[in-house]
């Protein structure tokens, strides 16, 4: 079919598809701990929010799914990161010069070239990170639960393998009913997770140079240094705002001894960048926190990985275009690279139609429940970011707005790569230009 033959078309569809499988197999009686059958939309968010690596859930997930139901839950974050991996990537290198999948054309980035017609081995490279990675870190949590917590070994392997993929691909769920708050002095734990998250959400083409440059960062390319530049900032952002906001919060720093602060607050730092972990309680958090996070996730991680949000390279573009027009600069640049005003462009379209998308479903939530605006707002952000941190809301939302909250996971997760390769691919110019006339602005 002539209509499927276009990626842009058919990544969304795939993932519907794969929504639907999930929905299907959870509603079965035997994907429930009881052995009845859940309810369809249980079953539609649970397996929305796994394949959209989210983390959001309506139900216990320890408690309220069998170890089919868990196994189900699993393969579906794991296919969800991997698929959305795999399919960024490609179309990452795809958009640099717009041409389409069956093109075997090479793609200039910076002094680099990449064949998209060597796609065979960015898969294998993609799916060879992704187990290696996925192995080490349940290995390392596997005997922790084993030696440190007296767990037998399947039910420590069994936490080890869960909580390694879904932190790997940024999915947020876990097979704690408490995520990780029983743990939360525990660096031997938190550490590995964080690890996993910020690796991933760094994004393959950053790993990807890590991998053949090591620490030389002068070869990196202008994406790489964006990201890995940004995320840095962007932790230490967050790391700093927790400490000062929460520090004396009596419902989650303030008990703690000054290294499980600090262990914390880094926790908590890099979480709302993509995955739904925590290890304190995030509905006693101060209102400022909520702020604080709000912009964290929102940004969200490095482009072509499993992380959500607009991404650090679009907010980093956005910012970097606002500080040239104060200086009355010609040329937006970064690192000593001049930016194109077409990727100015993109950038502005994929954060304001982020900020349309979350101001409508928020509005739709407040019309239809008595929420306060700054929980329904973390909700939605979290839901369109695919972070998946949640103030304890999401079970007692109606129907209707759980699917409004789909929808944002939906688009959040597989829209803005469509939408920005779309961007990037699908540009076409007038053969005629109007005449030039300005409006007043500001």
Request: with cysteine.
């Amino acid at each position: 079919m002539r209509f499927l033959r276009n990626p842009v078309r058919l990544i969304p569809l795939l993932f519907m598809t794969a929504i639907a499988i999930g929905t299907l197999l959870l509603w079965l009686p035997i994907a429930t701990a009881d052995g009845t059958q859940a309810a369809l939309s249980t079953a539609f968010f649970t397996s929305t929010s796994a394949v959209a690596v989210t983390g959001l859930i309506v139900v216990d997930t320890a408690t309220y799914w069998s170890p089919f139901g868990k196994g189900v839950i699993l393969l579906l974050f794991q296919v969800g990161g991997f698929g959305i991996m795999t399919a960024a990537t490609l179309f990452g290198l795809i958009a640099g010069r717009g041409f389409g999948l069956r093109d075997r054309m090479a793609t200039q980035v910076e002094r680099d070239r990449l064949e998209v017609g060597d796609a065979r081995s960015v898969l294998k490279l993609v799916l060879t990170i992704t187990l290696v990675a996925e192995a080490v870190i349940a290995a390392i949590l596997t005997a922790r639960f084993a030696l440190a917590y007296d767990m037998p070994f399947a039910q420590a392997l069994w936490h080890g393998v869960f909580h390694s993929v879904s932190a790997f691909n940024n999915a947020g769920f876990s097979s704690f009913s408490d995520s990780v708050m029983s743990y939360q002095s525990d660096a031997a734990i938190l550490v590995p997770i964080m690890l996993a998250v910020i690796i991933t959400a760094l994004g393959f083409p950053v790993m990807q140079d890590i991998r053949a440059h090591g620490l030389a960062w002068r070869r990196y390319s202008l994406h790489s240094k964006i990201t890995v530049a940004g995320t840095i900032a962007l932790l230490l952002v967050g790391f700093a705002g927790m400490l000062a906001m929460e520090w004396s919060n009596e419902a989650t720093l303030a008990p703690m001894s000054t290294g499980a602060k600090l262990l914390n607050a880094a926790f908590h730092a890099v979480m709302p960048r993509t995955a739904g972990f925590n290890s304190l309680d995030v509905g006693a958090f101060h209102q400022e926190t909520y702020i604080l996070n709000y912009g964290l996730m929102f940004i969200g991680g490095g482009s072509a990985g499993t992380a959500g949000g607009i991404k650090v390279t679009t907010f980093a573009v956005l910012a970097a275009a606002v500080a040239s027009e104060i200086r009355r600069e010609r040329d937006t640049a970064m690192f000593g690279r001049r930016i194109e005003q077409r990727v100015e462009r993109q950038a502005l379209a994929i954060a304001v139609m982020a900020v349309l998308l979350v101001t409508a479903a928020s509005i739709f939530i407040l019309a239809t429940t008595p929420l306060r605006i700054y929980e329904v707002l973390f909700e939605t952000i979290s839901a369109f970011a695919t972070v998946g941190l949640s103030t304890g809301i999401t079970a007692d939302l109606p129907v209707s707005s759980q699917v409004v909250l789909c929808i944002l996971m939906f688009v959040g997760r597989v829209g803005t790569i469509t939408v920005a390769t779309a961007l990037a691919t699908g540009s076409s110019e007038r053969p005629y230009r109007f005449p030039k006339e300005n409006p007043i602005v500001g």
